[in-house]
């Protein structure tokens, strides 16, 4: 394994570690950074079959990040944007509106790349529209899953949510993802295509 790996699994454990010790509740935090846990406990697994290219492996750590610090001070009290909304005179919190882009950028480079590299379809002028529909259910999924952890906990749930008493968060969340995902595929697809070939030629070396 690359020593890359090594220092994104090291940056990963480090990350981790700052992001439980003091977090503003510990079932709050365990659900936010299970999903990193989880995540990451796949990726180990499944690397032996199925390698990603760099960039996208890096682009998972910086999505896992902005997770963890959202799960260390709660997605509505991240202290920059804090301070952005008292200098720019917002109504609320927006740093979740971050995790949600990046909630659509990250799995859009993710499908992207599996769908091109296990050669899911044929047409290739279809993948655009499948990575957009497939970030815009991985949005609504987890916001499924905000419903029922929300239900469940109802002490906990104003924290989880984060809605910050704005009634259309669900959709606005959705729609940063969309946005998310659109702008990975506009601004990035280049630059992944030229990481899967180089990857491409590099196993085909092997």
């Not at 070939?197 to 196993?203: F, N, R, T, V």
Request: proline residues 1%; contains cysteine; aromatic residues 18%.
């Amino acid at each position: 394994m690359k020593i890359k790996y090594w220092v994104y699994l090291a940056i990963f454990l480090v990350a981790t570690i700052w992001s439980g010790i003091g977090a503003y509740e510990a079932g709050l935090w365990f659900l936010e950074a299970g999903m990193c846990l989880v995540g990451v406990a796949i990726l180990i697994a499944t690397f032996k079959r199925f390698k990603f290219t760099d960039m996208t492996y890096f682009f998972i750590l910086v999505h896992i990040l902005i997770l963890l610090v959202g799960a260390h001070y709660s997605y509505a009290r991240v202290p920059l944007f804090d301070w952005i909304r008292e200098v720019f005179d917002q109504s609320r919190n927006n740093y979740d509106k971050v995790g949600h882009f990046a909630q659509g950028f990250i799995p859009a480079m993710i499908a992207r790349e599996l769908l091109i590299r296990l050669e899911v379809i044929r047409k290739k002028s279809w993948i655009p529209f499948l990575v957009i529909c497939i970030c815009l259910a991985i949005s609504a999924f987890y916001e499924l899953i905000e419903w029922w952890v929300a239900v469940l906990s109802k002490d906990g749930a104003e924290d989880f949510l984060g809605m910050q008493g704005y009634e259309w968060d669900t959709q606005s969340d959705m729609f940063f993802a969309m946005i998310g995902a659109i702008c990975m595929l506009l601004f990035f697809s280049g630059w992944q295509n030229k990481q899967i070939q180089k990857l491409d030629s590099i196993e085909s070396d092997k």
